[in-house]
């Protein structure tokens, strides 16, 4: 192998062809620099990915070095994004339970599948599939991203629990009725607080490691002040009226919806096996030799059925099962969240009984001074039944936890491929969408560094990455534009800052855990918001009015969309992605054809633009776009509107510097054209045609049809030649092609 195909490959070769002790201490500040952002960051993007805040150390520790080494980015810091979190957790939920082990291992099979698309885009040469998301598309889902992801960290900065409704805005509306009734103002004083040092230290010095300072501050306050403080009680230490029912037919209702989950998906595995059977019936009668077919005619008559029907009328039955039990699961789980409500709704406060013992009662039933203690005690219910004997009240504010210690073991994701179909669309997404976010960023510090990126390497890097990393228990990850920048900021030379930010990861993982149990999840949400603020970004929404309407329009519907989809943050990007290419279908079928006049610069241009008049015998029209297809009727049609119009006309010239293909259709109407049009009486010109249209007008004969002689390499050289031709005996004066004449 040569060395330059080595280099291919192992594309971090190259960094150590100069490297030194100054780039080995560079890249060591710079990579422990990124770890102490990437630490707190990556257990909050976890949260928001719906996942436990440690399954963001899990996604820190391989992807980063992986995407490194394989990538062709040095400064790129790769690792859990807000906005991939916020796609993987809208991928998951219609699937799994938020958290458990299913949506889990879920998220770990989508990180896989996210991979291998990036990796095969890569491999291909396909990266320009990125194009599919416009800029003005990006935009709009990038903001109405940012608003979604701030407002679903309300909860934990007010410390209250909601249940996700269906749409978006009902949650945000359950949130803000939940803080009206109740805030744990402890808890939402430490998110402002964190919020303040971020902020204020930012602006201070932005190259300080400002989210990892308040981490520090908060913990360290959470610790000393005893923020969490939690109790396990038992259902009759709970002396409110209805409690215990109230208990019994949630946890009844939770084993009905495992109960009706499972039989749905054992119907949906029945109906996919059905339908493979009347396929392969079909296949067996349609493609089978005349005796298979006697064969299979007589078994049908011995059998008195038809074996394709009953399969079909199988499959029916089964549909029509999936219905009913989506339909019961639906109603199902709309009495468990209003169950749920009602037990997160209770405040309690504790008294004593004659024996001493604690118990709890309504908070309003009790006058205060019968308490046997200031706190309010809330129920904590999550999405698994409650046990009766380990019931947890809430008195405090809520901390990250147990974090597991050490790095997980490797083990591939255990693949189905039901579940791959299912999450193909979202990945085809996230793919895209996180490469967008990555290669944008990458670009941005490459201009700084005048380094060379190739995007298809890219993709190969950050597919790998994730495929990677699905082996160590990662969900999606993408290039993140905060922690790039801090690490082009602290002096990065080359891609072994990440591998040093991955080794600190692990060091946090094997020794550090424990000082992060009383880390406020009020913290966490302060740093995803303070993160996504970047991201709004409505200066890019006016410029895309600016330059063209249609994009700004663009950007504000894939805006609202976004919002109002929420939380399937596809459907908003595909609508995006619809519109963008309907009206580049729309475009290119009604390209701009244009009459030219002479104006004030010595140039032909659009006579109807400056308001110039046109000369009586020579029609100059100019065609932008290619002939294809979609769009040589609509010239046709223009082209006609204009001989219609003038009635000396003598010469038709058709100026096609704007046209750089043809195809089949586009070559054989406009040989009609010509034809037709030379049959009444007009001479036809050409200039401006490029090699490739000149080769296919050869090979066809319309070359010739037209004449070599009526070809002109520009329009100018053209006029030399037709104008005296058409204005022999003519009364025109002066001539607009000659003089600049502007309509009156």
């Given at each position: 192998?040569?060395?330059?195909?080595?280099?291919?490959?192992?594309?971090?070769?190259?960094?150590?062809?100069?490297?030194?002790?100054?780039?080995?201490?560079?890249?060591?500040?710079?990579?422990?620099?990124?770890?102490?952002?990437?630490?707190?960051?990556?257990?909050?993007?976890?949260?928001?990915?719906?996942?436990p805040?440690?399954?963001?150390?899990?996604?820190?520790?391989?992807?980063?070095?992986?995407?490194?080494?394989?990538?062709?980015?040095?400064?790129?810091a790769?690792?859990?994004?807000?906005?991939?979190?916020?796609?993987?957790?809208?991928?998951?939920?219609?699937?799994a339970?938020?958290?458990?082990?299913?949506?889990?291992?879920?998220?770990?099979?989508?990180?896989?599948?996210?991979?291998?698309f990036?990796?095969?885009?890569?491999?291909?040469?396909?990266g320009?599939?990125v194009?599919?998301?416009?800029?003005?598309?990006?935009?709009?889902?990038?903001?109405?991203?940012?608003?979604?992801?701030?407002?679903?960290?309300?909860?934990?900065?007010?410390?209250?629990?909601?249940?996700?409704?269906?749409?978006?805005?009902?949650?945000?509306?359950?949130?803000?009725?939940?803080?009206?009734?109740?805030?744990?103002?402890?808890?939402?004083?430490?998110g402002?607080?964190?919020?303040?040092?971020?902020?204020?230290?930012k602006?201070?010095?932005?190259r300080?490691?400002?989210?990892?300072?308040?981490?520090?501050?908060?913990?360290?306050i959470?610790?000393?002040?005893?923020?969490?403080?939690?109790?396990?009680?038992?259902?009759?230490?709970?002396?409110?009226?209805?409690?215990?029912?109230?208990?019994?037919?949630?946890?009844?209702?939770?084993?009905?919806?495992?109960?009706?989950?499972?039989?749905?998906?054992?119907?949906?595995?029945?109906?996919?096996?059905?339908?493979?059977?009347?396929?392969?019936?079909?296949?067996?009668?349609?493609?089978?030799?005349?005796?298979?077919?006697?064969?299979?005619?007589?078994?049908?008559?011995?059998?008195?059925?038809?074996?394709?029907?009953?399969?079909?009328?199988?499959?029916?039955?089964?549909?029509?099962?999936?219905?009913?039990?989506?339909?019961?699961?639906?109603?199902?789980?709309?009495?468990?969240?209003?169950?749920?409500?009602?037990?997160?709704?209770?405040q309690?406060?504790?008294?004593?009984?004659?024996?001493?013992?604690?118990?709890?009662?309504?908070?309003?039933?009790i006058?205060?001074?019968?308490?046997?203690?200031?706190?309010?005690?809330?129920?904590?219910?999550?999405?698994?039944?409650?046990?009766?004997?380990?019931?947890?009240?809430?008195?405090?504010?809520?901390?990250?936890?147990?974090?597991?210690?050490?790095?997980?073991?490797?083990?591939?994701?255990?693949?189905?491929?039901?579940?791959?179909?299912?999450?193909?669309?979202?990945?085809?997404?996230?793919?895209?969408?996180?490469?967008m976010?990555?290669?944008?960023?990458?670009?941005?510090?490459?201009?700084?560094?005048?380094?060379?990126?190739?995007?298809?390497?890219?993709?190969?890097?950050?597919?790998?990455?994730?495929?990677?990393?699905?082996?160590?228990?990662?969900?999606?990850?993408?290039?993140?534009?905060?922690?790039?920048?801090?690490?082009?900021?602290?002096?990065?030379?080359?891609?072994?800052?990440?591998?040093?930010?991955?080794?600190?990861?692990?060091?946090?993982?094997?020794?550090?855990?424990?000082?992060?149990?009383?880390?406020?999840?009020?913290?966490?949400?302060?740093?995803?918001?303070?993160?996504?603020?970047?991201?709004?970004?409505?200066?890019?929404?006016?410029?895309?009015?600016?330059?063209?309407?249609?994009?700004?329009?663009?950007?504000?519907?894939?805006?609202?969309?976004?919002?109002?989809?929420?939380?399937?943050?596809?459907?908003?990007?595909?609508?995006?992605?619809?519109?963008?290419?309907?009206?580049?279908?729309?475009?290119?079928?009604?390209?701009?054809?244009?009459?030219?006049?002479?104006?004030?610069?010595?140039h032909?241009?659009?006579?109807?633009?400056?308001?110039?008049?046109?000369?009586?015998?020579?029609?100059?029209?100019?065609?932008?776009?290619?002939?294809?297809?979609?769009?040589?009727?609509?010239?046709?049609?223009?082209?006609?509107?204009?001989?219609?119009?003038?009635?000396?006309?003598?010469?038709?010239?058709?100026?096609?510097?704007?046209?750089n293909?043809?195809?089949?259709?586009?070559?054989?109407?406009?040989?009609?054209?010509?034809?037709?049009?030379?049959?009444?009486?007009?001479?036809?010109?050409?200039?401006?045609?490029?090699?490739?249209?000149?080769?296919?007008?050869?090979?066809?004969g319309?070359?010739?049809?037209?004449?070599?002689?009526?070809?002109?390499?520009?329009?100018?050289?053209?006029?030399?030649?037709?104008?005296?031709?058409?204005?022999?005996?003519?009364?025109?004066?002066?001539?607009?092609?000659?003089?600049?004449?502007?309509?009156?």
């Open positions: 192998m040569t060395p330059s195909f080595i280099q291919t490959i192992f594309p971090f070769i190259s960094w150590f062809k100069e490297y030194s002790g100054k780039s080995f201490k560079n890249d060591l500040i710079a990579g422990i620099t990124v770890a102490l952002v990437l630490i707190p960051q990556s257990m909050a993007y976890a949260q928001l990915a719906g996942l805040s440690y399954y963001g150390l899990y996604a820190s520790f391989l992807p980063p070095v992986v995407a490194a080494l394989f990538g062709s980015s040095r400064q790129l790769t690792g859990p994004v807000a906005v991939v979190s916020m796609m993987t957790a809208a991928s998951l939920e219609p699937l339970i938020a958290g458990g082990e299913a949506y889990i291992a879920y998220a770990i099979v989508l990180a896989f599948v996210v991979g291998l990036q990796f095969l885009l890569g491999v291909l040469r396909l320009i599939i194009n599919l998301l416009s800029h003005p598309v990006v935009t709009g889902f990038t903001n109405a991203a940012a608003l979604i992801i701030a407002s679903s960290q309300l909860s934990k900065f007010f410390g209250v629990h909601v249940d996700k409704a269906e749409h978006y805005f009902e949650t945000i509306w359950r949130v803000f009725e939940a803080a009206f009734n109740y805030t744990h103002w402890p808890t939402f004083l430490m402002l607080l964190a919020l303040a040092v971020m902020i204020g230290l602006r201070w010095n932005s300080l490691p400002y989210v990892l300072a308040a981490v520090i501050i908060t913990t360290a959470s610790w000393f002040s005893g923020f969490e403080e939690n109790r396990t009680v038992t259902i009759q230490d709970i002396k409110t009226p209805g409690f215990a029912g109230l208990v019994k037919t949630l946890n009844s209702n939770l084993d009905h919806v495992v109960q009706t989950t499972e039989a749905r998906a054992i119907v949906s595995k029945n109906s996919s096996s059905q339908e493979k059977n009347a396929a392969n019936d079909t296949v067996c009668i349609d493609c089978h030799s005349q005796r298979d077919v006697e064969l299979e005619q007589l078994k049908r008559k011995n059998r008195a059925e038809t074996p394709q029907l009953l399969p079909l009328a199988k499959v029916l039955e089964l549909h029509l099962k999936a219905g009913v039990l989506d339909q019961y699961l639906a109603g199902e789980k709309e009495h468990v969240q209003e169950i749920r409500q009602q037990l997160r709704s209770m309690l406060v504790s008294m004593r009984d004659e024996s001493g013992s604690l118990y709890y009662v309504a908070r309003k039933s006058a205060p001074e019968k308490m046997a203690d200031d706190k309010i005690w809330r129920i904590n219910v999550g999405n698994n039944p409650l046990d009766p004997d380990n019931i947890l009240l809430v008195g405090g504010g809520e901390v990250v936890g147990m974090v597991p210690r050490g790095i997980p073991q490797l083990a591939i994701p255990k693949f189905d491929m039901n579940l791959i179909r299912q999450l193909l669309i979202p990945a085809i997404i996230i793919s895209i969408l996180g490469f976010e990555a290669i944008s960023i990458a670009k941005a510090v490459a201009a700084r560094t005048g380094a060379r990126l190739d995007p298809n390497q890219e993709l190969i890097g950050q597919g790998l990455a994730n495929m990677t990393g699905s082996f160590g228990g990662s969900y999606p990850i993408s290039g993140s534009f905060s922690r790039s920048a801090v690490n082009f900021q602290a002096g990065a030379v080359t891609g072994m800052s990440s591998v040093f930010t991955s080794v600190g990861v692990v060091v946090a993982l094997l020794y550090c855990t424990p000082l992060l149990y009383h880390l406020p999840q009020s913290v966490l949400a302060a740093i995803i918001m303070m993160a996504v603020v970047g991201l709004l970004n409505v200066h890019d929404i006016k410029h895309a009015f600016v330059v063209k309407k249609s994009d700004g329009i663009i950007s504000i519907i894939t805006f609202i969309a976004t919002l109002v989809f929420a939380p399937h943050l596809d459907k908003g990007i595909l609508l995006g992605v619809s519109l963008t290419i309907g009206i580049f279908f729309y475009r290119m079928m009604k390209p701009v054809v244009a009459e030219l006049s002479l104006w004030n610069d010595g032909y241009r659009n006579a109807a633009h400056y308001h110039l008049k046109q000369c009586k015998h020579i029609a100059v029209i100019r065609f932008d776009g290619p002939l294809l297809f979609a769009n040589i009727s609509y010239l046709e049609d223009e082209v006609l509107k204009i001989v219609d119009s003038m009635p000396e006309l003598k010469i038709i010239h058709f100026k096609c510097n704007g046209t293909s043809m195809d089949a259709s586009g070559e054989s109407s406009l040989t009609l054209l010509i034809e037709r049009l030379k049959a009444a009486g007009y001479s036809i010109y050409f200039s401006g045609l490029k090699e490739n249209i000149t080769d296919i007008m050869r090979r066809t319309l070359l010739q049809e037209i004449g070599e002689n009526h070809i002109f390499p520009t329009l100018v050289t053209a006029m030399e030649v037709i104008w005296p031709i058409a204005h022999k005996a003519s009364d025109e004066s002066p001539c607009p092609l000659k003089k600049v004449t502007l309509v009156d």
